[in-house]
């Protein structure tokens, strides 16, 4: 099955981020379509931002309103938006981008 899916941990608080809006792009030319909106789970998790089971070849980007989360943390983040661009071959069919979170930065790298 074809997955593009994502994990927020919020390192400052050792605990995943949880209610955070996502939402998965793909760029179309020179312009990005919006594939699928959602909202990250208790557990920090939105398990399929693919609204299909097709993923094709392209370049895609997840992007993670942090703004939000923070103010509700009542602390002002220097990133108010994460946007993390990827390239999708062909032949691959499963990517899973967690997202490491604090008020001041970020790091992600590709999961399993």
Known sequence: MNRISTHILDLHRGQPAADVPVRLDRKDGDVWRTLHSSH???DGRCAQLLPSD???PGT???SFETAAYFSALKTEPLHPVVEITFQ???GE???H???LLNANGYTTY???
Do not use: K, M, N
């Open 40 to 42: 990250t789970d208790q």
């Open 54 to 56: 097709h993923l094709p």
């Open 93 to 95: 069919s499963h990517f």
């Open 97 to 99: 981008i967690p997202l």
């Open 88 to 90: 999708v071959r062909a």
């Open 110 to 112: 590709r999961g399993t």
């Open 60 to 62: 895609y980007r997840l």
